[in-house]
Every structure is written in C-alpha cells, then in structure tokens.
C-alpha cells in the first residue's frame, strides 16, 4: 500500500495541472456574433464587465437597475464612441420577474449569428449590521436582490444556454467563508456558493459551464457598501437593541467596518479579468478567488481548520 503512495501523489499532482496545461494550449473563444446579458451595470464590476466584453468583439446587453442614471448613461455613451451598436442599456430589476422576461424578449429579439453565449449574475448590495439590528424586511431584500434575483434569471436564460451550450457566471465572495459585521451578506453569498454548485454539475451534460467569481476586498472599486453611519445605525435599532447596545459599541464597530472598507483595493480590473477569463477561457474554472494573499489564508483557515479555530480568529480580529 505504501509503496503506491508516490504513484498517487504522482497522479494528483498530474490531475491538479493537467487543466493548466489544457487552458495554455486550446484556442479561445471568438466573440464576434455572441450575445451577453450582465446585470448589475449601473457601476462597478458589472459597469466596466460591460465596457470591456464590448470592445473585446461580444454583443452586450446591458442590465441596470436606473437605466435613465448616470452609470447608465455614462455606458451608452462609452459604448456608442465606437460606432458599433453591440451595446444595448436595458431596465433590469432582477427582483422583478417583468424585468427579467423582457430582458429574456429584448435579447431574442436581439440575437446575433451565433446566439446567446453568457448570462453574468454580478447585481448585489451589501450592508453592515450585526444580526439583531436588521430588520426581516432587510432580510427578505437581501435574499430577493443577491440569491434569488440571480436563481431569477438563470432560470429564464437557461434554455437559450443550453441551446447554445454558454456559461453561466456568479458573483460571489470570500465572504461567503466568514463574516466580520456583515453577516447578511455572507448568508446570501454562501447560498449563491451552494447554488452554483448544484447547477455546474446539472449543466455539464448540456456543455453549459458554471463559474464563480470569489473577490476579495475590493469595497473601493464598488458603489456595493458605502461607508457606515453609527448614528443612522443607532437611529434605526429597536428599543430592545439599544438597551443591550449604546452608542459608544455602535461607534466602535462602525469604525471597525470602515476601516475594513477604506483597506479595499480600488483595481476592480483584476476582477473584471477573471470574470472575461470565465466567459473566454476554453478550460474556465469552476471557480476564481481574486483576493489578497491574506484573505487567502483567511479562507484557507476557514475552510480546513476546525470552527473553533476560526471563531477565534475572528474574535480576535473584532476585540481590535
């Protein structure tokens, strides 16, 4: 038995390369004549995703929130300097099921020769809280916007992709590991994680391919977490809370979060990479950690290490 040991580690280790290898060697995607729908365009991620698949060559259908906004129209107007008309700006509420059929219509009605490629789920919105200060409204928005609006549309495009055998992206995060004050957001992100899981391996006899896209913190590339306000926080707290709470513990995790914030990276680029990697890659990943080494290390221990491991290590970030 020991003696096939190295043989083993040989073969894993052939296994753990073999699709880098792979993705080295094969021929990328052309996309010319291939449609795209992202949602969440108004700014960040979804803002620049758009910009940059257009001028890679692919037809964009682009989903915003306030389509008559400034992100909005700052994205036709990028987008029509090149004169090509592969940019279409569209209204896109992905907790409204109206807004998800007609996108579904406008993007039929839209095809190019080589029809629809890729459905990126990138709308989200974050907040900070700990959990007896949200509201179940808060709650209830929160599931709607980040899980249940991207099950939404993957539901109305997965037809055209498996006709087409497409891909299928997902905004995700690290925080879908831990959580330091915005566990809501975490509950979203780790079901979103759940989600993919179930549907890349339900996908795979179609050809559709499923990735998720695992940033770090990048609060400084979005508009997705604006900083907090320790008074607007204490003003909305039940009278329950406050007497648990005071002002002075409010404050402090106010400034605790906004420093984490103020920490994010402001090169939403190096995103935007993974997620055109995911759509053009001949071997894509199932999933893409763009994080710092540190955060890193934080899922790492996370996921390998028991809870009561991570628990302190999290405690222990939070005392400071």
Partial sequence: MWAAAPLLLLFLLFLLFLPRLWRRGAVRLEPAGRAVLITGCD??????????LHRLGFTVFAGCL??????????????????????????????????????????????????????????????????????MEKYEKFADVNLLGSIRTTLAF?????????????????????????????????????????????????????????????ARSTKIQPPVSAEEIWNELSE?????????????????????????????????????????SPAPKARYMVAKLKEKALVFVCALFPTIVMDSVLSYALSK
Avoid at 43 to 52: E, I, K, N, T, V
Avoid at 102 to 130: C, D, M, Q
Avoid at 167 to 191: C, D, E, P, Q, W
Avoid at 245 to 271: P, T
């Fill in 240 to 280: 329950e809370e406050k007497a648990v709470y005071n002002k002075e513990y409010v404050q402090e995790r106010a400034n605790f979060f906004n420093s984490i914030l103020n920490e994010g990276s402001a090169n939403g680029s190096e995103v935007v990479d993974a997620m055109v990697d995911a759509l053009t």
């Fill in 66 to 135: 306030s389509p008559g906004g400034e992100g909005a129209r700052r994205l036709q107007r990028e987008a029509d300097c090149t004169g090509t008309g592969r940019l279409r700006v569209l209204r896109l509420d992905v907790t409204r099921a109206r807004d998800v059929l007609a996108a579904k219509e406008l993007v039929l009605s839209h095809l190019p020769e080589r029809g629809f490629w890729g459905l990126v789920n990138n709308a989200g919105i974050s907040t900070f809280g700990e959990t007896g200060w949200l509201s």
């Fill in 43 to 52: 700014s960040g991620f979804g803002h620049l995703l758009a910009l940059r």
């Fill in 158 to 218: 997965l037809p055209l992709l498996r006709k087409y055998k497409g891909r299928i992206v997902f905004m995700s995060s690290i925080i879908a590991y831990f959580s330091l004050g915005n566990g809501i957001y975490s509950m979203t992100k780790a079901a979103i994680e759940k989600f993919c899981d179930a549907l890349r391996l339900e996908m795979k006899k179609f050809g559709v391919q499923v990735c998720i896209i695992q940033p770090g913190n990048y």
